[in-house]
């Protein structure tokens, strides 16, 4: 299959909430998405970036995407936060998403993240059977925790002095 990967422009946004949006419902969340176009824009494009995007595109169409940022671990130094790897279904299976795995583990080589970070659904035996055979540990024994904006802000609220 002949595909290409390059980085993600501003004009590209609209394909990648697509994708966003088709990971949501994959992983049985489709209302969960409220990031907008212009949003993805703001904070992938302007000065202070928030993210990068490598996108995978076949015959001018984006048919999937990698996107990642910076953070910190007091571990182990720089690190790389792989936010969301997807690729359309009806391309799944051809090679694309171990091409944006794989160039994702190169931009971190390259500009010195000590390691890349990111959380898989524990029902999906294809993606963890994948990044275990690339080297990667998958921890049973953590948790991810989050706490959404209202409940942040509820909180707030309580604990003002």
Excluded: C
């Excluded at 049985?28 to 907008?36: I, L, M």
């Excluded at 996108?55 to 130094?77: C, D, H, Q």
């Excluded at 790389?80 to 583990?105: M, N, P």
């Amino acid at each position: 299959m002949s595909y290409k990967l390059r980085n993600a422009s501003p004009e590209d946004m609209n394909s990648v909430l697509d994708l966003i949006r088709e990971l949501a419902e994959f992983e049985n969340q489709p209302d969960a998405v409220e990031v907008t176009v212009n949003d993805l824009i703001n904070d992938g494009f302007k000065e202070k970036r928030s993210f990068s995007v490598i996108v995978a595109e076949k015959n001018n169409e984006i048919v999937g995407m990698a996107l990642f940022y910076p953070r910190y671990s007091t571990w182990k130094g720089r690190s790389l936060h792989l936010e969301d790897l997807i690729v359309k279904k009806e391309f799944r299976g051809k090679g694309i998403g171990t091409a944006l795995y794989t160039a994702v583990l190169k931009y971190a080589d390259q500009n010195g993240y000590k390691r890349v970070a990111w959380e898989v659904l524990d029902w999906n035996k294809v993606a963890i059977d994948f990044y275990l055979s690339t080297g990667a540990r998958v921890f049973d024994d953590w948790r991810v925790a989050q706490i959404e904006e209202k409940a942040m802000k509820d909180y707030l609220k309580k604990t003002k002095s």
